[in-house]
């Protein structure tokens, strides 16, 4: 992983582990050590189990960019809520 600045949006990128491939649905380079991954929701209601899913990739991401503040929100597109789960 390389970042891009400038609010720059990476909707491709993956993130491999022991486990396989993480594919958050898009991580936007706000600065170098300001990177933010939004997850996109269609399920007509909030779950526990998204909010493990962005902080999986926030872990992830924050081992590969260990000084850089890592966000997590997830856009409920059904619902027209956003939910912060790492500001």
Not at 19 to 29: A, E, S
Request: charge should be negative.
């Amino acid at each position: 992983l390389s970042p891009h600045t400038g609010d720059d949006c990476d909707a491709d990128l993956l993130i491999t582990d022991d486990r396989g491939v993480l594919r958050p649905d898009l991580i936007v380079w706000h600065t170098e050590d300001d990177i933010e991954i939004v997850d996109f929701k269609f399920t007509g209601a909030v779950r526990a189990e998204h909010v493990e899913q962005v902080r999986d990739y926030a872990n992830h991401l924050q081992h590969v960019f260990p000084g850089a503040h890592i966000a997590a929100t997830l856009m409920y597109a059904d619902l027209r809520k956003i939910v912060s789960v790492i500001p």
